[in-house]
């Protein structure tokens, strides 16, 4: 289950970065956008089946679920704000920031993948 979780989570910032493109390039982003949400749901289903499946919870899971709400928040945020042309600056390092850590977390926890052997 974890390869199909990496996998849902490598298609929303595929999905992220194309959106990106193409709202710097004024295209229409409404299928795109329909696309990335339904992902979201890909994401969710396969991050509780994980969460749910370990045999004790440590508090770093609830962490990494939490920020993993976060992030699908600051998806949506920075993709709304840049249509609406509002400012986006922040919420792109505030992305980054929660990105390392659930990267950093997602591997360290003992369901992750080990990157080191």
Known sequence: MTHAHLTTLVLALIFLII?????????????WHM???TNYILVMVTGFILFFT???IPLSYYFKAILGIIMIGLFEMVIVRKQNGK????LWIAFSIVFVVLFVLGFTLPQGIDLLK
């Open 35 to 37: 696309i990335l949400r």
């Open 54 to 56: 370990s045999y004790s």
């Open 87 to 90: 400012p986006t600056d922040l």
């Open 19 to 31: 959106i990106a493109v193409l709202q710097s390039k004024g295209k229409n982003i409404k299928i």
